[in-house]
C-alpha cells in the first residue's frame, strides 16, 4: 500500500506571491506517478499537475511547478504569482504505475490567497 | 463536453432507503472508479473497475454495489441507507495503462436523514 503525508492542514499566501505545499509519500513500487489535485469551493477535483517518478525533471504547468525529490519520497507543489482563484483545497496523489489501480489521497492542505 | 458526468449532484434520503449514483464518462478510458469524501475531506478509494476486474476496497460495507452496464458507465447502488453514508461520492476514470490520469466527475452530495 502507499501512503500520502501532507502536513499542512491550512496555509495562506498573498496575491502575487509564491507558495509551496508539502508531501511526502511511501511507495515500494520503482515505478508510479504523482498527482497534485485542486479542489475549489464548487467541489470539482481538478488535476494540476502530473510526475513521473522516473523522470528526473520537474513538471511544471504555467505558474505551478513541483520540487520532486525521489530520494526523500518528497513530492511538494509551489504556486507562483498566486491568484484569488487559487483559493482551494490541493490534495497530493500518488498512483502505483501498473494497471487499473486507485489513487492514494493525502489528507488536503486548505490554501487561501489573501487579497 | 463534459467529460465525466454524474447525477444527481445532491441527493437527500431517508435512512433505509435504496438509492444510485449514475456515472459516464466520454473519454473513451477503460477503468473507472468510485470515491468518497468524508466530512474531513479525506477522500478514499472505494472501487476500481475496468473490462477485466473489479477491485472492491474491503472496509466497503456490501451494501454498496458498482455496476457497469458497459465501459462508459459505473454506477453505484446503495442498499440500506444508513446515516453514516452521508458524503460526496467522486466517480473517476483513467486510462489503465500510460499516464494514469483520473479525470473525476462534479461529485454527488448525499445525505441521509
Known amino acids: 500500500a502507499q501512503t500520502v503525508t501532507q502536513s499542512q492542514p491550512e496555509m495562506s499566501v498573498q496575491e502575487a506571491e509564491t507558495v509551496t505545499l508539502s508531501c511526502t509519500y511511501d511507495?515500494?513500487?520503482?515505478?508510479?506517478?504523482l498527482f497534485w489535485y485542486k479542489q475549489p469551493p464548487s467541489r470539482q477535483m481538478i488535476l494540476v499537475i502530473r510526475?513521473?517518478?522516473?523522470?528526473?525533471q520537474n513538471a511544471t504547468e504555467n505558474r505551478f511547478s513541483v520540487n520532486f525529490q525521489k530520494a526523500a519520497k518528497s513530492f511538494s507543489l509551489k504556486i507562483s504569482d498566486s491568484q484569488l482563484g487559487d483559493t482551494a483545497m490541493y490534495f497530493c496523489?500518488?498512483?502505483?504505475?501498473?494497471?487499473?489501480?486507485?489513487?492514494?489521497f493525502g489528507t488536503g492542505t486548505r490554501l487561501t490567497v489573501i487579497p | 463536453d463534459t467529460a465525466v458526468s454524474q447525477t444527481p449532484k445532491y441527493l437527500v434520503t431517508q435512512m433505509g432507503n435504496d438509492k444510485s449514483i449514475k456515472c459516464e464518462q466520454n473519454l473513451g478510458h477503460d477503468t473507472m472508479y468510485w470515491y468518497k469524501q468524508d466530512s474531513k475531506k479525506f477522500l478514499k478509494i472505494m472501487f476500481s473497475?475496468?473490462?477485466?476486474?473489479?477491485?472492491i476496497n474491503e472496509t466497503v460495507p456490501n451494501r454498496f454495489s458498482p455496476k457497469s452496464p458497459d465501459k462508459a458507465h459505473l454506477n453505484l447502488h446503495i442498499n440500506s441507507l444508513e446515516l453514516g453514508d452521508s458524503a460526496v461520492y467522486f466517480c473517476a476514470s483513467s486510462h489503465s495503462s500510460g499516464a494514469y490520469e483520473q479525470y473525476f466527475g462534479p461529485g454527488t452530495r448525499l445525505t441521509v436523514t
Open positions: 511507495t515500494s513500487e520503482n515505478n508510479y506517478y
Open positions: 473497475y475496468n473490462n477485466k476486474e473489479l477491485i
Open positions: 510526475q513521473e517518478a522516473y523522470k528526473q
Open positions: 496523489a500518488s498512483h502505483q504505475g501498473t494497471g487499473a489501480n486507485n489513487l492514494f
